[in-house]
């Protein structure tokens, strides 16, 4: 058995060292980025091999991939965020940070198959996030704010289109099918995590429109997350300080694991 963990941690720190250091080299990660990558990697796939870890990569390569396209239509957009690009380590754990922990617990209490699909439930939440982020700021028609529905600007937090919601079911839908082939799901068991995706992304968006900080920025009168915009100290607006993007993505993560503990309940 001691032998097996070793065989399995240092498969992990090789898997981890190849996958942080050809992403940083891709420019998906900063520096901090691949330390981050490679701490949740080696977790990951030493405790529960491919079958944990094949899914959260799935996100990982997929939306570094799909952040590269349309790059000149969304770089206005883009401007108002307070992170781009490149993933540092702080959003590599909000990302993957919950998933790892629930890695731990499904292994630690042998509840392997439920746990698994909770482990799924939060990956398809911060996938469907994502996507329907990366994919609704290419749409051509204006966003809603979900909390009003009133037309607003790309880019604003809380900001929902019928693109990015298609973007989102289809981001969840890849890590339900990809978690099939590992441990072989029913039909409900796959709408259940897409569904999980899908509103844990919601949750977001409504959080974002509400408690996640805004700021106005004096220069060119944009509503950012940005403490600093146009090199300059900008104004809070509204929400609470201390909740940033990468706080609202750990409870987005959070939020796929309650959806899904809901759903398989009834």
């Known amino acids: 058995m001691k032998n097996f963990v070793m065989s399995e941690m240092f498969d992990g720190i090789l898997l981890a060292t190849i996958i942080s250091v050809v992403s940083f080299k891709l420019k998906f990660l900063t520096k901090s980025g691949a330390v981050g990558t490679f701490i949740l990697a080696v977790i990951i796939y030493t405790v529960g091999g491919w079958k944990t870890t094949f899914p959260i990569l799935s996100f990982f390569i997929l939306s570094s991939l799909l952040s590269k396209i349309g790059k000149k239509q969304k770089s206005d957009a883009q401007s108002v965020f307070e992170k781009t690009g490149q993933r540092d380590i702080i959003q590599v754990f909000a990302n993957g940070g919950i998933a790892t922990i629930i890695t731990l617990v499904m292994f630690a209490t042998n509840e392997i198959n439920q746990f698994y699909i909770y482990y799924l439930s939060t990956i398809a939440a911060v996938t469907a996030d994502t996507w329907g982020t990366e994919i609704g700021i290419l749409s051509k028609k204006q966003p809603r704010l979900i909390t009003t529905l009133k037309i607003t600007v790309v880019g604003t937090s809380g900001a929902v289109s019928l693109n990015g919601l298609l973007g989102g079911i289809i981001g969840a839908g890849v890590i339900a099918i990809v978690g099939n082939y590992f441990q072989p799901l029913t039909y ?41 915009h146009c090199a300059n100290n900008t104004t809070l607006l509204s929400g609470i300080p201390f909740i940033n993007n990468d706080f609202v993505n750990i409870l987005c993560a959070v939020a796929g694991i309650v959806v899904s503990i809901i759903y398989f309940s009834f």
Do not use: H, M, P
């Open 188 to 228: 409900y068991e796959i709408i259940g995590i897409v569904i999980s995706g899908l509103i844990a992304s919601l949750v977001d968006s409504i959080l974002g429109a509400t408690i996640q900080s805004q700021y106005s920025c004096s220069i060119c009168n944009k509503i950012t997350e940005r403490k600093i």
